[in-house]
């Protein structure tokens, strides 16, 4: 393929820790064939060179927290023919969506000398929030070989073929008790995206929801079975708001509880 028809890929950084973008060149071997296929016009983590758009493929790390954020995505939106968004932050807000369910204001005037020169907004919203997105990939960091996937699905003009069951199916298909139900644990395997292979209940630990709420999940019921098990209603308000605290099925579920106690 020719060099200049090879897709131009740029990827976007807004509020965020840099994980997902890292995820990326974590591939390693994987990403040096990617870029056999693809022109990296734009990726901070990795060159300073900028190729101007527009772009085929837009990745987009991190939240709208800022008015020039929104300003920006709407720009990035413009200048990309397929745009992705990559983490928790950039699908629900990421970990800095605590800050919807209290007073930013309040946060301002602890943290900074002079908040008056802060500008910010009252919530952290996920890209969706404010432009068409093509296809979101969840987790935090998102799975490496998902991005990959997601990456060869688009230069091969198809939809990704990434899961859409839960945790728990992941627990089954390695032979890993299940902890909620064997120990007792926090557990948040039922309601959650599948990508990460399982990870902490792998290793005994209750999962975190890293990878966002399922298709339909049923935090209600989980929710219950979890306090007629002994948790609390403090607990699961701590439990939903964690890195995807700002998405609809987390966020509701986290708020009728905290209103039991």
């Not at 960091?141 to 688009?154: D, G, H, R, T, W």
């Not at 230069?155 to 990704?160: A, C, G, I, M, T």
């Not at 298909?173 to 209940?201: E, N, Q, S, W």
Request: net charge neutral.
């Amino acid at each position: 393929m020719a060099n200049s028809s090879k897709p131009k890929v740029a990827v976007w950084k807004f509020a965020s820790c840099d994980g997902c973008q890292l995820s990326l060149l974590d591939c390693e071997d994987e990403l040096l064939a990617i870029t056999q296929e693809i022109k990296i016009a734009n990726f901070p983590e990795a060159s300073r060179a900028v190729i101007k758009g527009p772009y085929d493929l837009s990745l987009v790390e991190g939240s709208i927290t800022t008015p020039h954020d929104m300003t920006r995505i709407q720009e990035i939106r413009r200048l990309s023919k397929v745009l992705i968004t990559i983490g928790a932050c950039a699908t629900s807000g990421g970990i800095q969506a605590l800050r919807n369910f209290k007073d930013i204001n309040e946060f301002i005037s602890i943290v900074y000398a002079s908040p008056e020169f802060i500008s910010t907004l009252d919530k952290s919203t996920p890209i969706s929030t404010h432009v068409k997105v093509d296809f979101e990939l969840r987790g935090c960091p998102i799975n490496k070989m998902q991005l990959v996937e997601v990456i060869s699905a688009f230069l091969s003009n198809r939809k990704p073929n990434t899961p859409e069951h839960s945790t728990c199916v992941e627990c089954k298909r390695k032979g890993t008790v299940c902890v909620m139900v064997g120990k007792g644990t926090m557990c948040l395997g039922p309601v959650t995206h599948a990508g990460c292979d399982a990870l902490c209940p792998t290793y005994n630990r209750g999962c975190y929801g890293c990878f966002g709420p399922k298709e339909n999940p049923n935090t209600d019921s989980l929710a219950k079975w979890l306090i007629s098990n002994g948790k609390t209603s403090d607990e699961m308000v701590r439990a939903f708001r964690s890195f995807n605290a700002g998405s609809d099925a987390f966020c509701k579920e986290s708020q009728v509880n905290e209103e039991k106690d």
